[in-house]
């Protein structure tokens, strides 16, 4: 999970500033290091049952991703999920949670894993390499969508 507080935006600006990610220019404007590709594949924009395909690099790799919208609440939360079937029963949900905070907002983005104790076991190193990398990109995009939203970048 990675967390950034927004001061000199609103809730309204970051949602619409996601759910304007509709190709891929404008996911590149998000990451311009590590986003590659982007569009839906099925379905209107950032609706419910939607799927849509991204290309990023995580960890110095090329991943090349196809999830589902499986929630959407304006001006709050987009919850979303790998179309494969076995990928979703060990990354059910990743989301990204947009939270009033007073006169701030803070915009979360997480994954939720269900590797278990056997892979946790077997799979220790590789692992934590692969979380720290997630984590690292969600941090690096938590600063540009601040960036972004705040300075006008």
């Known amino acids: 999970m990675s967390a950034m507080v ?9 949602f619409q500033f996601l759910t304007g990610i509709v190709d891929s220019e404008s996911y590149r404007a998000w990451h311009k290091e590590d986003h590659v590709a982007f569009r839906f594949i099925k ?12 290309e990023e690099y995580i960890h110095g790799k090329l991943h090349k991703l196809k999830s589902i919208i499986t929630k959407v609440v304006p001006n709050k939360k987009i919850e979303y999920a790998p179309t494969s079937w076995l990928l979703r029963k060990y990354f059910p949900k990743s989301e990204f949670i947009i939270e009033a905070q007073g006169d701030t907002y803070r915009f979360i983005a997480s994954g ?6 056997i ?20 941090q690096e995009e938590g600063e540009n969508l601040k960036r972004i939203l705040e300075k006008g970048d």
């Not at 892979?119 to 969600?138: D, P, R, V």
């Open 119 to 138: 892979g946790k076991t077997l799979f220790k190193k590789k692992l934590a390499e692969g979380l720290a990398s997630i984590e690292k990109h969600m």
């Open 43 to 54: 379905g209107e924009p950032w609706a419910v049952g939607s799927v849509v395909y991204a």
């Open 112 to 117: 939720t894993y269900r590797i278990g104790w």
């Open 6 to 14: 927004l001061e000199k935006t609103t809730q309204e600006n970051v």
